[in-house]
């Protein structure tokens, strides 16, 4: 959770590189957040946003909402959201274009179930995802755009996907960006890890 302690360690272990170091936190928290890394190379994120900029929607948090407060970044499509608040393709494209259009920075979250991995169909479940995401994002957009493989079954799990088993995912999604817009958005995008590490 952020608080001026656990922000001002994280401060004095800082390294000295140009690395982007980002902590995408409740949205309730951004604003003390931004504060307590102020002077640092530590960008604060949110977890979520709603696709809609305002209406009936109480509880949900529109990415004009969190540009306001000076967030730059989102994370989309998150597996928790898909498994316990009914998120899907088309509600995390729906999220993503409403991100992109406010100007935020979307790490957009893909990844397969464990019975998905073991039945050998990750490529089909991990590609849905992205090709419904991604609806609609032209490769100008896509600059904005970091994909975040998180494989559902090394989540809290405990389980960490092997070395292997991530560059085969990253490596299968760097061609189906290929494959999508061009070779150079592909060779550009980011393609992170996420899972137990």
Known sequence: EPDEVT???????LPESDATILLCVPAINIGTAMDAVAGTQIN????????APSG?????????????????????????????????DETVNERT???????????LCCGEL???????????VVGKQLKVALGGVSEEELKNIIIAYEPVWAIGT???ATADQAEEACAFIRKLI??????????????????SM
């Not at 004009?64 to 499509?77: C, F, L, P, Q, T």
């Not at 274009?97 to 790490?107: H, M, P, Y």
């Open 178 to 195: 290929a494959k999508l817009y061009s070779e150079e958005a592909a060779e550009g995008i980011t393609i992170q890890y996420g899972g």
């Open 114 to 124: 464990l019975n998905e991995r073991e039945q050998g169909i990750m490529e089909e």
């Open 44 to 51: 604060i994120g949110a977890q979520n946003c709603h696709w």
């Open 7 to 13: 922000m001002a360690e994280m401060k004095e272990k």
């Open 56 to 88: 009936a929607f109480t509880g949900e948090i529109p990415a004009s909402m969190i540009k306001e407060v000076g967030a730059d970044y989102v994370i989309i499509g998150h597996s928790e959201r898909r498994q316990y608040f009914g998120e899907t």
């Open 97 to 107: 274009r409403a991100a992109l259009d406010e100007g935020l920075t979307v790490i």
């Open 158 to 160: 405990g389980v960490t």
